[in-house]
């Protein structure tokens, strides 16, 4: 069992990539479809490519979906709705204004002729709304109207609103009953008299509508089996076009006849295995620093299946186009927290595996590798809102440019270009402002670090630099100088700018658990050391770095702050209280360690800049004659004494890099302490 453990805990790393390579496999082969695919790549106006096709099963040719569209809305707009007209209400309200108009003194052949007037408006027609106000009726001029199961075609505009009805019957009564109306319009409510016998089945329509809509046909002739469809060479033609499309479709309806469903498995596996393994070999053999960390590589991975499972749910989705889903913040993110290189090769991976599934796959796959290769050149930094605004936008006018390139190429006039389909570019575009709530929210579950926190965390008026400041004001200046140096040479030599200055002001934030005992924070002539054993001196001096490391944990710094923290002395010693030691007890057998810096060395250009600079600078504040010479035998002497003890093996610069380091202090340092003029004294106050 413990050598199982051990095993584990050997390998622990090993078996967590594989786990993790298995799971995102295992994901991406649940999102990614598995149906057969057509073998055959080909767009409009562009060469056949392949061998001569001949017909390999009877298929109907296809009308394009825009055809059948203006079909289907021909027959929308052409649709002439249908209206059932209830008979019994013409009875029932001839028989009730009957009956009331016998109680009054009125001849028979009046009330008989009124009854039938009251009869044809009913058989006219009385309909709640007005034809041009009615859902259902809007823009129509004429309807159906079913009486006793007849149907028989009407004006739309003859038939009668209740207010029309009313307005009729009303002046009708007026001039048969003369003075009597009056009499009569008060003792009867003449709107009892007429409601409404005309209805609308609104599902009744839809289902009649749709019937219509059943009968237009999405065939336009037939391909025989063995029929030549297009020669090697030959120019796909908008005919062939459509073609060609037709037998895809026909293809893909019919696949899953005659097919082992172990081997369509089997090779999405290997397509999936493939891709992946491309960008874990690129990671294994060029990035290995983000191999080997857990959080980075799983960032990746699930970031992968997330573009993948977002992809594949907008292209199974009517309302909404596969190019509104937002890749290019993919390499955006990966740009920001890593590096441009690991955005675009994963970029690559990426769409290469949506282009499984995508419409027109060497168009998708070409738009989402410009667009992304545009969107990681202009994000060269992100510490401004605007820089994230200027790159949408320059994505937006990489996707419209090629895509209008490419329909150039593929339609060949302009007014059959689909200019709509920028409308899906621009909502990309808009999209791809999700970025910046997207930086905090993986920052913060993945402990990553941006530009813009290491900004943030820079402003002086954070409140561990405050607390620098007002209780060990020496260190303080001292951190803002070396981050004045440390980030210049950064600038020269290539690294992280906003890293370097942010390391370099939390380096030393160790010193405020006891400031008084460095000597930048002692009044002059006196120091606590004095009263102190060069070991203790030492121990308080050494302990400032693990001081400084809990209290940037305790508030929560990210960790490649606290590297800084850990890193900028390395494994030195502090040899002024070594030497010391050693002088005051030549016959002891002095232990380095115990006046040597816990480290460890840097690893990195930032940290490696970070720990020559403090050495330098606070070796010349010390200097009584800070001249060019001096200063730069200084600078040789302490970067070879780095060298010599082996702190920067581990550390990411080049003999290039070091001489640039060594010209920029030097040129920095004489910058600041320039030799000042000295003033001639004013003798004629003396004379007067």
Excluded at 52 to 75: C, G, H, M, R, W
Aim: aromatic share 12%; with cysteine; net charge negative.
């Amino acid at each position: 069992m413990k050598k199982l453990l051990t095993l584990l805990a050997r390998y622990y790393h090993f078996f967590y990539i594989v786990f993790a390579f298995l799971a995102t496999v295992f994901l991406l082969y649940l999102i990614i479809p598995g149906e057969s695919r057509f073998k055959y790549e080909f767009q409009k106006n562009a060469p056949w490519r392949h061998e001569t096709l001949v017909a390999p099963f009877n298929f109907a040719i296809l009308k394009a979906d825009e055809e059948v569209k203006l079909e289907q809305d021909s027959v929308i707009s052409q649709y002439i709705p249908y209206l059932k007209l209830d008979t019994l209400q013409r009875v029932v309200q001839t028989n009730n204004l009957t009956k009331v108009l016998s109680q009054f003194e009125l001849e028979l052949e009046t009330v008989q002729n009124l009854a039938n007037f009251l009869a044809e408006l009913y058989e006219t027609g009385l309909i709640e709304q007005a034809p041009e106000n009615h859902p259902g009726l809007q823009n129509r001029k004429e309807v159906i109207l079913i009486k006793d199961k007849l149907a028989k075609r009407v004006p739309a505009d003859e038939l009668l609103t209740l207010k029309s009805a009313y307005q009729k019957l009303s002046d009708t009564l007026r001039s048969s009953l003369g003075n009597d109306f009056e009499t009569f319009n008060e003792a009867v409510n003449l709107s009892d008299f007429i409601v409404t016998n005309i209805s609308y089945d609104e599902e009744f329509n839809i289902s009649e509508l749709q019937k219509k809509l059943d009968e237009v046909s999405i065939t336009q002739g037939m391909v025989q089996s063995g029929e030549r469809i297009i020669f090697k060479g030959d120019i796909v033609t908008p005919d062939k076009y459509v073609i060609l499309d037709s037998l895809k479709r026909s293809y893909e309806t019919k696949r899953g006849q005659d097919i082992e469903r172990y081997l369509l498995i089997l090779g999405k596996l290997i397509l999936i295995i493939s891709c992946l393994l491309i960008l874990i070999f690129y990671l294994y053999y060029f990035r290995p620093e983000i191999f080997n960390q857990k959080r980075r590589l799983s960032f990746i991975l699930i970031m992968i299946v997330l573009m993948v499972f977002t992809s594949r749910f907008v292209n199974d989705s009517d309302f909404m186009n596969l190019y509104l889903v937002p890749v290019a913040i993919l390499p955006i993110l990966l740009r920001i927290f890593f590096d441009s290189r690991t955005a675009i090769f994963t970029l690559l991976v990426t769409t290469l595996l949506i282009g499984y599934f995508a419409p027109n796959n060497f168009e998708y796959i070409f738009l989402n590798q410009v667009a992304g290769i545009i969107a990681v050149f202009s994000l060269d930094k992100l510490h401004r809102r605007s820089h994230l605004v200027l790159t949408a936008f320059w994505v937006f006018l990489a996707y419209s440019v090629v895509f209008l390139a490419l329909s150039m190429i593929q339609e060949g006039n302009i007014e059959s270009m689909p200019w709509r389909e920028l409308e899906w570019f621009g909502g990309n575009a808009l999209l791809i402002l999700l970025a910046y709530p997207l930086i905090y929210i993986f920052e913060k579950l993945f402990g990553f670090v941006s530009d813009v926190t290491l900004i943030e965390l820079s402003d002086t008026n954070q409140p561990l630099l405050r607390k620098l400041a007002q209780e060990a004001p020496g260190t303080f200046q001292h951190s803002m100088q070396i981050a004045n140096l440390a980030e210049e040479v950064i600038l020269r030599i290539g690294g992280n700018p906003f890293l370097v200055r942010a390391g370099a002001l939390y380096h030393d934030i160790g010193k405020t658990n006891q400031p008084a005992y460095f000597i930048e924070n002692q009044a002059a002539g006196m120091s606590p050391h004095s009263k102190l054993d060069n070991k203790k001196s030492a121990k308080i001096i050494i302990d400032h770095v693990t001081h400084g490391m809990k209290i940037a944990r305790r508030h929560k710094l990210p960790e490649v702050l606290v590297e800084f923290i850990s890193s900028h002395h390395g494994t030195s010693q502090a040899k002024y209280f070594y030497t010391t030691y050693k002088n005051e007890h030549p016959d002891e057998e002095v232990d380095p360690k115990e006046f040597t810096y816990p480290g460890p060395p840097p690893k990195n250009k930032e940290t490696s800049v970070v720990m020559l600079t403090d050495g330098i600078e606070a070796a010349a504040r010390a200097m009584k004659e800070k001249s060019l010479e001096n200063l730069r035998a200084l600078i040789e002497k302490i970067v070879k004494d780095k060298i010599d003890t082996g702190q920067l093996e581990n550390a990411d610069l080049t003999l290039r890099e070091i001489r640039i380091f060594k010209e920029t202090i030097l040129e920095k340092l004489m910058n600041i302490y320039h030799i000042r003029i000295e003033y001639p004294e004013d003798k004629t106050q003396d004379m007067k």
